[in-house]
Each structure stands twice: as C-alpha cells, then as structure tokens.
C-alpha cells in the first residue's frame, strides 16, 4: 500500500502597515498583498501572518492565511498570546487565539457592564473604527477597564474583523452586520 507524502509547509510572517480610510483603500490593499503571495501546490503550502497592529503591551493582531474555510481571499483575525477558547480537555488549541464574533461582543458587553460611566466612549471608539477611522489614544487612555482584552487591543481586533469582514462579504453588507450586533449591547 502506498503512503501519501506529506507535503511541505512553508510559513510566511511579515509586519505590514496599513492605514487607509476607507473600506475601499483597505480592500485594494489587502487584495494587492495577498495577490503577492507564492501559490501552492500539491508538494508545498504556504501559510501566512501578517502582524498588522501592536497593543501598548506588546501584543499583536496579526492575520492568518489562508483561513480555514479558504474562500480565496478569506483570512482569519487572530490575537498573539491570547487564548479565547480551549480544546475539550482545557488544552491549549491552534485556533485557540482566534476570537469569534460572540468572544468579542462579550468582552465589550462585560465593559459596559464593569464601567457605565465609561461605556460611551467605547460606543464612539467602536464606531470611529467602523468609520475607518483609527481610534482616539486620548479617549482610549481615558477609559479605565480591566476586563477581557487591553482596551486598544480590543479596537484593533475589532477593526480587523470588520475589515475581514468587508472582504469576505464586499457585495453584501460587509461590517455593517458584526457593528449592528456590537451596538445592540447599548439598546
């Protein structure tokens, strides 16, 4: 009988920079990086990160390609050193440090929760980020939460699920569907 070979992996991870402001500016950037990848083939596969932001301590949001469902230009939204579930042995898992949609409304909604006073201002920052806007470091600084994510952290996971988001569903209604369901947590 004849065994299958394994084929090569080949892993890719790059700091990149990109600010834009609109959804349009990051979709052509996005399209236009990820057309520079190497292809792949039956012998080798390439997987790539790409660190796109960096919190105060340290930790960066970084994209994972391809994703899991490999939609072509899909990627995935993943936080370094981050664990947001775990296997069903409470092992530490591969995609563990990918926060889904409902990991991060519960983080924002255990914000609101912790600090009333302070939970418009996180409803403004969400939004400027829903703007493409990046979010205001003095009204960040000025928040006082402690719960779940670092609070930049937080914003720049959720302006790159937006942005995964858009790309994912540019025809349709991109981020629009994941901040209705953020701003929900304030009616």
Request: glycine letters at 6%; hydrophobic letters at 30%; one cysteine or more.
């Amino acid at each position: 009988m004849k065994t299958k070979k394994k084929a090569k992996i080949n892993e890719t991870k790059t700091n990149i920079s990109i600010k834009e402001t609109s959804r349009e500016e990051y979709h052509r950037q996005l399209i236009t990086l990820f057309l520079e990848e190497n292809h792949g083939t039956s012998q080798e596969w390439n997987y790539y990160d790409y660190y796109v932001e960096t919190g105060k301590n340290g930790k960066r949001v970084y994209l994972h390609r391809p994703a899991y469902k490999n939609k072509g230009m899909d990627f995935e939204v993943r936080v370094e050193d981050y664990q947001f579930r775990y296997g069903k042995y409470g092992n530490i898992i591969s995609s563990g440090n990918r926060p889904s949609h409902d990991e991060i409304w519960n983080d924002v909604k255990a914000k609101v929760d912790e600090i009333p006073n302070d939970s418009e201002k996180l409803k403004e920052l969400i939004t400027q980020v829903y703007n493409c806007e990046e979010p205001n470091e003095d009204m960040i600084n000025s928040c006082s939460f402690t719960t779940g994510l670092p609070l930049d952290l937080l914003l720049y996971t959720i302006k790159w699920l937006f942005i995964e988001q858009d790309m994912t569903y540019w025809n349709q209604s991109g981020r629009e569907m994941n901040y209705n369901g953020l701003m929900k947590i304030w009616n």
